[in-house]
């Protein structure tokens, strides 16, 4: 009979008339299994010794062709990414100051800045952002974003930190523009245009960049009929084209209920003045 490996060997009983085979277990004395032996070398090893760095940079100190305060100012002064913020809302709601203001913050940090308009915007010339009580910025008016590197100069774009644009429902390229600038060249990019026309339905491209935002901020602007805040654009006039520049002469901000009470006037009188039109033979 073979030894066992396990504690208990198998015996085999003598086959009975019923022709089963029975195995009786029995504990095994001898096993050829030894004990685990552990040995300990005739010469200890020394331990080595970690001498722990005073700060993060110090043990890269003797590498460093620059002093340790120069890098640390300039990893916090370089930007890690851009980014991309987007100021929306009814007419006259300031988000052209909000634009401005921004800007101008960015700028007083030592930000190197500029700015962009459509050139479909005309009111107050190409060569300024001016909002709705006269405050102004130099800006570039481009029919669309993508001139804008070229427009600029690459070496004077490569020194750009900030790029603000306003009216940028009618730029087409708005998404296109604003990836690249925030995602590649890591550029803050601020824009200011309107999420709805007069319709209350979206308006260009702004409500595409809403996904690639950092922050989005919805202004407000006061309704002219009750004082509440105003949500929407009413246009005055009779023009039905989606795109229709202009001021106060043609829009007006309304709340909710002005709206739709407004619309309903607007479709009244159009229904009015269709009636009283000399009929074309």
């Known amino acids: 009979m073979m030894r066992s490996l396990l504690p208990f060997q198998f015996y085999t009983l003598p086959p009975s008339h019923h022709h089963h085979h029975h195995l009786l277990l029995k504990h095994s004395p001898n096993l050829l299994l030894s004990p685990v ?3 300990r070398s005739p010469v200890s090893l020394p331990t080595p010794s970690v001498q722990k760095p005073s700060s993060s940079f110090t043990s890269f ?10 890098i640390r100012s300039s990893m916090q002064s370089r930007p890690s990414s851009g980014e991309i913020h987007v100021i929306t809302g009814p007419m006259f709601a300031g988000k052209t100051t909000a634009l401005i203001r921004r800007v101008q913050a960015e700028q007083s940090n030592g930000r190197n800045v500029a700015m962009i308009k459509s050139d479909k915007d005309t009111r107050y010339g190409l060569d300024a952002i ?6 102004k910025m130099p ?5 669309e974003l993508s001139l804008f590197r070229e427009r600029l100069g690459v070496e004077s774009y490569n020194k750009l930190d900030v790029i603000g644009i306003d009216e940028a429902q009618f730029f ?5 523009f604003c990836c690249n600038a925030a995602d590649r060249d890591r550029k803050t990019v601020i824009v200011a245009g309107l999420d709805g026309d007069f319709l209350r339905r979206r308006f260009g491209t ?12 919805k202004l407000t602007a006061t309704c002219e009929f009750c004082g509440q805040h105003a949500f929407f654009t009413l246009r005055k006039t009779k023009e039905t084209q989606t ?6 002469d043609v829009y007006m901000p309304v709340c909710r209920q002005h709206y739709v009470d407004g619309q309903l006037v607007m479709e009244a009188t159009r229904i009015v003045l269709d009636a009283e039109r000399p009929a074309v033979v």
């Open 172 to 176: 087409e390229d708005l998404y296109d």
């Open 61 to 70: 100190r003797r590498y460093c062709k620059l002093p340790v305060q120069d």
């Open 130 to 135: 001016v909002t709705h009580d006269g405050t």
């Open 206 to 217: 702004v409500l595409d960049i809403i996904p690639l935002a950092d922050t989005v901020t």
């Open 139 to 143: 800006c570039m008016a481009l029919p």
């Open 243 to 248: 795109e229709l520049i202009g001021g106060a």
């Open 37 to 39: 032996q552990t040995f």
